[in-house]
């Protein structure tokens, strides 16, 4: 298909280009479903391993099965046992889930045992379910990191069974997440899957749920894609373990086996089979057709799959040899797919859904919304992560590095697709495991930093002769440290923006006490010398000896670069010094000013200068929880899961010491709390929100004195009233509200008044009248409004006790200070971005959605600097090099952005995935559809190539979908507005 052209909506379109013709079929489905018997409850047994991709061991102990003194588990004997099982009966079903392990199973069997699973899966014995890297939590990741992990499993899949269409995955499987967004259920809609199942829902809903047999639901995920975002949705009855008393698991359960021998003294048929069915017959009901799901595993389990599949074959045997007195029971091996497409021939009409399942709790004290902000380190850690991956997928497509290079991208892409996992980003894992994933993350980032760096050599040379540039990235900025900057006269920093929109930011380089000239091209510009704050300096693991920052600003244009030329001088400098400010304390820049109380030395009061409105009655603070460890209501704890405060919070410190720092480009009032809890108000020249920079830790605690802390900033607006009413952002996407004390789907009954009312924050929150207060996340965060006019977030948290969900660990994060050897909690640093301003201009236009989403996604995908030193002079320089480049022809409207520029296959397809990042009612003109050309958007996309429209996951056509997607009938109650999205 060709296509000069395409009408975005609020969506992601998705295109592969590739030179040679694409093939015009796949081979046919083959699925294969076992009969089922009408008037009968269709009992579909789902044997199933749940392979967490690090836990309680590492990805790597997890699949060799090292460390057997923490989890007897080894997942290349799980599939190993499965296929040779599989393969002795082909009445066997089983299906699997994580990419990650599948991966590294077939990369040592031989050609052999490969061929064996390709059977498996053409017989329709085993399928693969969901396909993505990992299965990924819903709460804390962001919507890119969500797609590219699903893309990078379908990829796999793709590869390793070449496209054969039976091993597409078409079922979402997200059994093990505390929670689940609205956005992931649109996003599996959008990748062509039929339905979506889960264990894990608030026992309060499940109860009425149960109750009023509402298991099953058509959750409608967007307002403004309609269908295309539906997906029939189903909770289990429990857990996703198997009933109770029958776990036919060697390794990890005691359940007695089915003794089919009726000489043997031991023999038990009558009794499992009764029990079996009493077991279906307290369940069915709750079902609306005459089709029952039961899940058979557990985690970890089918090491020894013969002991599972000898007795569910019995299993099935004796109970179904029961009909024949009568019973109306029929059990039958099963996946979900063929038990949804039972579940759509059955032609009911469904409930439907709208909002979402968080929080999540298992108790009337247990709610699962510490994990929120549990390891914030590592949460910022995966976000720039992310950073990094777009802009080297970019400058490998755009610099058409060879294929080698682009197979560099696989180390930083399966990091971030492990970091998705429900036990990696949550911060739910134990200690030495998170370990492993920063140290995976790292050397991904690193492999992906040299790839980037070829790229940026390849695109700037104006010359042959040009000599290669040792680019390198500076990973420890967030603590001022860089050694490029710090130790060269001379050095380059080309800054890559990978928006498809120009972008603008300010550059801050730690730098000696010596005075720098930045030039763009041959043309200097202004800068501005900062002191590094004192809290930073103090961070025991820095190794810089940098006590100054060098401060620039830059634009860069659209998927482009843009270098700066830096010179150290031979004048010295001086630390800058605090400026006395006549008792006022104000920062400003040319949109607006900050004021601080003089007395407080708390943030008090906001001035804009672009509507002359001044707003006053602000604040901002930070108080900790003592996190609870057990009491008279609840033995429940609070820990890397759970967020149970014992109490209400307390202020840290009401009068913090208060210093000014002011320049051209940016000022700012650095304030102490404590020794443990240091900020920065910040505002820039150029830029409409205060920044709000905070550094937490170590976080005191100590054992028998208190149970740990759980930090929080408040930010306040005293007079904003608004009903209980705030919102949050669903996975980075669209918005959601929130109201306090209330669920929309059942009357709530809350226990825990403070941690019920936590919710997921992955960028942003806000609440709102005529004036909206908004706070952006550099990560993700537990955020709430306990009352009208406040915004909490939870920033760090420290607790010395386990929640007892399973790590069998405190949330007790620490490092060695190498100084004195002795061990200290993490310290955490980063950014919020403040915003209260008028929801609508003198025009109508919905200002302030148009400056949140445009400062969200320069924090999600800020321009990333890339550091070098260099001999030649200036004018050498631009005799050598490009100093702007601009990967995109074509200006793209102000509403569209370019998600993904990736090479695939081996270079022989681009995938690219424009995105409309307006929801329907942000913006009069900015909502409204786009007309984006494709072709000739940059050279690798000329009317000689071929371009194909694909579902949101890349590995099936998006006709394809369209047409053979089940569709499910609803009542309409809660249905959202659809719309015919254009080809």
């Known amino acids: 298909m060709r296509t000069s052209a395409t009408t975005l909506y609020f969506l992601l379109s998705v295109y592969l280009v590739r030179a040679n013709p694409i093939e015009t079929s796949y081979k046919a489905s083959c699925e294969v479903c076992h009969p089922t018997k009408e008037g009968y409850t269709n009992v579909h047994l789902i044997p199933h391993t749940h392979d967490d991709v690090g836990w309680l061991k590492t990805v790597d102990q997890y699949f060799y099965g090292q460390r057997p003194d923490i989890q007897k588990a080894a997942v290349q004997i799980i599939i190993d046992s499965v296929v040779d099982e599989l393969s002795k009966y082909p009445d066997r079903r089983f299906i699997y889930v994580e990419t990650a392990f599948l991966k590294q199973w077939w990369d040592i069997q031989s050609d052999e045992r490969r061929a064996k699973m390709r059977t498996l899966i053409e017989k329709g014995q085993l399928e693969l379910i969901s396909g993505a890297w990992s299965m990924h939590d819903e709460a804390v990741t962001h919507y890119h990191s969500i797609i590219d992990q699903f893309t990078l499993g379908f990829g796999t899949i793709d590869q390793m069974f070449d496209g054969l269409s039976c091993a597409k995955p078409k079922i979402g499987w997200q059994i093990d997440p505390f929670g689940h967004a609205r956005e992931t259920a649109s996003i599996l809609a959008q990748m062509g899957f039929d339905g979506l199942f889960f264990a894990r829902l608030d026992h309060q809903d499940r109860a009425r749920r149960i109750r009023d047999k509402e298991m099953e639901f058509v959750w409608r995920a967007s307002e403004s894609l309609g269908n295309a975002s539906s997906i029939f949705t189903q909770a289990f009855y429990k ?24 000489n043997s003294g031991d023999y038990n048929v009558p009794n499992r089979v009764n029990s079996f069915i009493e077991f279906v017959n307290s369940q069915k009901d709750t079902y609306q057709t005459e089709h029952m799901l039961v899940t058979m595993g557990d985690d970890f389990t089918y090491q020894q799959a013969a002991s599972w599949f000898d007795n569910i074959d019995r299993l099935i045997k004796h109970v179904n040899a029961e009909q024949k007195n009568g019973s109306m029971i029929n059990l039958l091996y099963s996946t979900p797919s063929c038990y949804l497409q039972a579940v759509h021939r059955a032609d009911k009409v469904w409930k439907t859904k709208s909002d979402d399942l968080f929080p999540y709790a298992d108790g009337d004290h247990s709610f699962w919304t510490g994990y929120y902000t549990s390891r914030p380190t590592l949460k910022y850690m995966e976000r720039r992560g992310n950073n990094l991956l777009q802009v080297c997928k970019q400058l490998s497509v755009l610099a058409e590095l060879k294929q080698e290079k682009w197979e560099d991208l696989d180390s930083l892409r399966e990091a971030m697709g492990v970091m998705q996992h429900h036990d990696a980003i949550t911060g739910t894992e134990k200690q030495h ?52 900057s710090e130790s060269n006269d001379r050095f380059v920093v080309t800054l890559y923006n990978p928006l498809a929109q120009e972008a603008s930011t300010y550059v801050r380089l730690p730098v000696q006490n010596f005075k720098y000239t930045v030039s763009q091209g041959s043309v200097p510009i202004a800068t501005q010398m900062l002191k590094i704050p004192d809290h930073v300096l103090r961070v025991p693991y820095r190794t810089s000896t940098a006590v100054q920052e060098l401060v620039f600003k830059a634009t860069i244009p659209p998927l482009g670069f843009q270098t700066f030329y830096v010179t150290k001088t031979a004048e010295e400098s001086a630390v800058p010094a605090p400026v006395e400010d006549d008792g006022k304390f104000t920062i400003q820049g040319n949109l607006i000013q900050a004021n601080v109380d003089p007395t407080t030395g708390l943030f008090e009061s906001l001035y804009s200068k672009q509507n002359g409105l001044n707003y006053t009655g602000l604040s ?154 908004t706070v952006l996340t550099d990560r993700a965060q537990g955020g709430t409004s ?22 069998g660990e405190a949330l007790n994060e620490k490092y060695e200070d190498p100084n004195s050897g002795v061990s200290q909690g993490m310290i955490a640093r980063g950014r919020h971005l403040f915003s209260f301003a008028p929801i609508s201009d003198a025009l109508g236009t919905t200002a302030t959605a148009k400056a949140r989403r445009w400062s969200r996604d320069n924090m999600i995908l800020a321009p990333w600097a890339f550091f070098a030193p260099t001999d030649l002079s200036d004018a050498q320089w631009l005799e050598n090099y490009e100093v702007v480049y601009q990967g995109i022809n074509n200006k793209l409207p102000e509403n569209v952005n370019i998600l993904t520029l990736e090479p695939m296959k081996g270079g022989e397809e681009v995938l690219v995935r424009f995105e409309h990042f307006y929801e329907p ?55 959202e507005k659809e719309r015919n999205i254009a080809p």
């Open 239 to 262: 857990h996703y373990s198997a009933p109770s008393g029958y776990c036919f698991d060697l390794v990890h359960c005691n359940d007695q086996p089915i003794n089919e021998n009726p």
């Open 433 to 484: 495991v998170a370990d492993d994933y920063a140290k995976m993350l790292h050397k991904g980032m690193l492999d992906c930093a040299a790839t980037a760096a070829k790229a940026i050599n390849k695109l700037s040379a104006k010359i042959t002769e040009a000599p290669t540039v040792n680019y390198e990235s500076c990973l420890l900025l967030n603590v001022s440290q860089c050694e490029i």
């Open 620 to 773: 901002q603070n930070f108080y900790y929880y003592l996190g609870s460890n057990g009491d008279m209501e609840s033995s429940q704890s609070s820990g890397a899961y759970i967020f149970r405060p014992n109490g209400n919070a307390t202020v840290i410190n009401a009068t913090p010491e208060i210093t000014t720092f002011k320049g051209e480009l940016v000022q700012e009032i650095h304030q102490k709390f404590s020794d443990w809890v240091s900020q920065i108000i910040r505002v820039y020249a150029d830029n409409e929100f205060v920044e709000f920079e905070w550094m937490i830790g170590p976080i005191p605690a100590q054992l028998l004195v208190d149970p740990g802390k759980e930090v929080v900033t408040r930010y306040l607006a005293q007079d904003l009233v608004t009903n209980g009413v705030f919102y949050t952002d669903s996975n980075g996407r669209g918005s959601i509200e929130r109201k306090r004390d209330y669920r929309p789907t059942w009357d709530l009954d809350l226990k825990e008044e403070i941690a019920g009312n936590y919710f997921p924050v992955t960028t942003f929150i806000t609440t709102k009248n005529e004036t909206e207060m």
């Open 786 to 807: 306990l009352q009208d006019g406040t915004l909490e977030l939870m920033l760090h948290r420290r607790l010395l006790h386990d929640d007892g969900r399973g790590v």
């Open 921 to 975: 009612n942000d913006d009069p003109a900015l909502s409204a559809n786009s007309l984006v050309p494709i072709y000739n958007l940059t050279k690798r996309f000329g009317t000689d190539k071929m371009i194909e429209e694909m579902s949101l996951g890349a590995n099936r056509r998006l006709a394809e979908v369209s047409s053979s997607r089940l569709q499910f009938r609803t009542d309409g109650a809660g249905a």
